[in-house]
Nanobody, 113 residues
Framework: QVQLVESGGGLVQPGGSLTLSCVAS????????MNWLRQAPGKGLEWISD????????SYADSVKGRFTISRDNAKRTLYLQMKRLKLDDTAVYYC??????RGQGTQVTVSS
């Protein structure tokens, strides 16, 4: 079955950087467009980025454009989200999303001074 396991979250100061990873299994990873979502405390799910199976097409929400970079390594079945110049508002649980809307368990990112 589809499994998605996120990692790489943590506590970081404003202006800092983190890179999240999502290891996928149970489906043909290279054929599937993948998404990153996040959910801040007390708020709904927010789409922040997606990438096509061949990495040709990438999109970003305005809230992260120019600061976050999505990428993937199909050989490693891994999706990445490089986050730079982090802000307090980036505090959230971050999820990768694959086929059928399935998500992993998420990884917590806390931006705090």
């Amino acid at each position: 079955q589809v499994q998605l396991v996120e990692s790489g979250g943590g506590l970081v100061q404003p202006g800092g950087s983190l890179t999240l990873s999502c290891v996928a299994s149970g489906f043909t990873f290279s054929n599937v467009d993948m998404n990153w979502l996040r959910q801040a405390p007390g708020k709904g799910l927010e789409w922040i980025s997606d990438i096509s199976g061949n990495s040709v097409s990438k999109s970003y929400a305005d809230s992260v454009k120019g600061r976050f970079t999505i990428s993937r390594d199909n050989a490693k079945r891994t999706l990445y989200l490089q986050m730079k110049r982090l802000k307090l508002d980036d505090t959230a649980v971050y999820y990768c999303q694959g086929p059928g809307g399935r998500r992993g368990q998420g990884t917590q990112v806390t931006v705090s001074s």
